[in-house]
């Protein structure tokens, strides 16, 4: 693709005691196929070496590095780092990951192809520290095309880093709430305003560790608690469409009306009889066995986050 054919697009990266494996996600961005990039770069008052590490980078034009003056945690960096991009897209980065060098000429070739495209979205592969992947899961999950809210109530299959999205979502989607992920949120967004594709690639190689940043933040709560949270800010989302807005009203109020016993027999119900909708992120080749198991599942108190 041409470096001028399309427009820029800005990649937020965001980081916190990253120093481990921080040049190699950096890398594998500023040697992207794809030339018309920015790079922006927020350190959350690191205590490792990350910030020194990233400094190596700041001669480079195409990069924008800052520093919070204290830790104000993934969600909140996130936001203010979005503020700051100029990019016609706007492409989310981890701090850990590796990206495939042809990631972003993928994505905005997709992205490009319908205007009612609003959100773009490759493979992430998940793999260990520095061993091989594991690629097994992958084949259990529906990469995600369509633009259904409700098949994002009970959880968000789209990662940030894997995503590529039209500036023009931040004006709606921002601020990021504090008590939403960034990543659930901006899905949530893009299926009110237009449409969401899925690209049948591996575009990330997302690695997991000990110290994760995104994953050690988030709290261990109980999943009915993060539900009343998370969706009493989904069905407020303006534009939403009314049935979508009942639907999810509905399974709001039955996640407050949680009972003291570990188990909620109507929600169950519910979930049951709307599984198509609310599991349309699973893959089974025996769908009604899957269906009964999540909706035990996420009926049940002792469900995490």
């Given at each position: 693709?041409?470096?001028?054919?399309?427009?820029?697009?800005?990649?937020?990266?965001?980081?916190?005691?990253?120093?481990?494996?921080?040049?190699?996600?950096?890398?594998?961005?500023?040697?992207?196929?794809?030339?018309?990039?920015?790079?922006?770069?927020?350190?959350?008052?690191?205590?490792?070496?990350?910030?020194?590490?990233?400094?190596?980078?700041?001669?480079?034009?195409?990069?924008?590095?800052?520093?919070?003056?204290?830790?104000?945690?993934?969600?909140?960096?996130?936001?203010?780092?979005?503020?700051?991009?100029?990019?016609?897209?706007?492409?989310?980065?981890?701090?850990d990951d590796i990206w495939e060098l042809g990631k972003i000429e993928l994505l905005v070739e997709a992205i490009e192809a319908d205007p009612t495209i609003v959100m773009v979205h490759g493979i992430s592969a998940r793999f260990e520290g520095n061993h091989a992947p594991h690629l097994r899961s992958l084949k259990y999950l529906n990469n995600y095309t369509g633009n259904d809210i409700r098949n994002f109530y009970l959880k968000n299959v789209i990662s940030g880093h894997s995503m590529l999205f039209r500036s023009d979502l931040l004006e709606k989607a921002l601020p990021f709430p504090a008590a939403v992920y960034y990543d659930w949120w901006l899905v949530a967004n893009a299926c009110v305003v237009g449409k969401i594709l899925a690209v049948d690639k591996i575009l990330v190689w997302h690695r997991m560790h000990a110290t994760n940043a995104t994953g050690a933040a988030k709290p261990k709560v109980n999943y009915y608690k993060q539900q009343q949270v998370t969706l009493s800010n989904l069905v407020e989302i303006k534009g939403i469409n009314g049935d979508a807005k009942a639907f999810g009203e509905k399974l709001l109020q039955l996640y407050r009306e949680f009972p003291e016993k570990r188990f909620s027999f109507p929600l169950f119900l519910f979930l049951l009889k709307h599984s198509a909708v609310v599991f349309a992120y699973k893959r089974r080749r025996f769908p009604s066995l899957s269906y009964f198991k999540y909706a035990y599942k996420f009926a049940h108190r002792k469900t995490l986050a």
């Open positions: 693709m041409s470096e001028n054919r399309s427009g820029l697009v800005s990649v937020v990266v965001c980081t916190y005691n990253g120093g481990l494996y921080i040049e190699e996600q950096i890398d594998s961005i500023l040697n992207q196929t794809y030339k018309a990039i920015e790079v922006i770069i927020a350190d959350d008052a690191s205590t490792d070496n990350t910030f020194e590490v990233l400094q190596r980078y700041a001669n480079d034009e195409r990069v924008l590095l800052y520093r919070n003056e204290r830790n104000v945690g993934y969600n909140v960096n996130f936001s203010k780092a979005c503020e700051k991009a100029q990019g016609t897209y706007i492409a989310i980065a981890d701090q």
